[in-house]
């Protein structure tokens, strides 16, 4: 998997935690450096380390379904895109009303917004992606993004990260696509 299907991936997975991010910059109007720096680094451990889980899980099972791993691996990446979409186009404004500082609301959000990442994890294991070094590219990405939309959140508001989350799906879409072309088309 080459660097910018990579990067791709990170900033399609990111797109969650950077709603959790404005949502906190919402609720935390005046959020110190290091408070937001502890936001981030939760969101982004859980994120980079979610595919990780995935990738073993689905080594495990690749041997079951190696004949179809590309389709698996679609289906599951055009899932969580077309359910990012879904979500962002149907939601109403955002719930801030939490105190993401507090260490079981903020595992509670790590997790929550990683899920999708365990999901592309077992699909990277599918195509024999090797993961550590796209984990600590979703890891920093995540960081960067996260930091981002707590200033952002302080400023502009939950409406953009809407469209973020659009994008983030319909990118987890375009890379399933490659994938499933790749392996119709042009076979390693």
Same mark, same amino acid.
């Given at each position: 998997m080459e660097l910018l299907s990579i990067l791709l991936l990170a900033l399609g997975l990111s797109v969650d935690s950077f709603a959790a991010s404005v949502c906190s910059g919402l609720a935390i109007k005046k959020i110190h450096f290091f408070q937001a720096v502890k936001i981030a680094v939760f969101l982004a451990v859980f994120q980079g380390g979610m595919p990780i889980i995935g990738w073993y899980t689905g080594w495990e099972l690749k041997d079951l379904i190696k004949d179809f791993d590309h389709? &698996? &691996?679609?289906?599951?990446?055009?899932?969580? #895109? =077309?359910k990012m979409i879904y979500e962002s186009i149907t939601a109403k404004e955002k719930d801030c009303s939490f105190n993401p500082l507090k260490l079981l609301v903020l595992i509670?959000?790590? *997790? &929550?917004?990683?899920? !999708?990442?365990? *999901? *592309?994890?077992?699909?990277?294991?599918?195509? !024999? *992606?090797? +993961?550590?070094?796209? &984990?600590? +590219? @979703?890891?920093?990405?995540?960081f960067i993004v996260s930091m981002l939309g707590m200033l952002l959140g302080k400023k502009i508001g =939950?409406?953009?990260?809407?469209?973020?989350?659009? +994008? #983030?799906? +319909?990118?987890?879409?375009? @890379? #399933?696509?490659?994938?499933?072309?790749e392996h119709l088309f042009f076979p390693a």
């Amino acid at each position: 998997m080459e660097l910018l299907s990579i990067l791709l991936l990170a900033l399609g997975l990111s797109v969650d935690s950077f709603a959790a991010s404005v949502c906190s910059g919402l609720a935390i109007k005046k959020i110190h450096f290091f408070q937001a720096v502890k936001i981030a680094v939760f969101l982004a451990v859980f994120q980079g380390g979610m595919p990780i889980i995935g990738w073993y899980t689905g080594w495990e099972l690749k041997d079951l379904i190696k004949d179809f791993d590309h389709w &698996a &691996a679609f289906i599951l990446l055009a899932g969580m #895109g =077309s359910k990012m979409i879904y979500e962002s186009i149907t939601a109403k404004e955002k719930d801030c009303s939490f105190n993401p500082l507090k260490l079981l609301v903020l595992i509670g959000i790590s *997790v &929550a917004t990683s899920i !999708d990442a365990l *999901v *592309v994890g077992l699909s990277l294991a599918l195509i !024999d *992606v090797v +993961i550590w070094f796209p &984990a600590i +590219i @979703i890891g920093i990405i995540t960081f960067i993004v996260s930091m981002l939309g707590m200033l952002l959140g302080k400023k502009i508001g =939950s409406e953009m990260s809407h469209r973020f989350e659009t +994008i #983030g799906g +319909i990118v987890l879409i375009l @890379i #399933g696509i490659r994938i499933l072309i790749e392996h119709l088309f042009f076979p390693a």
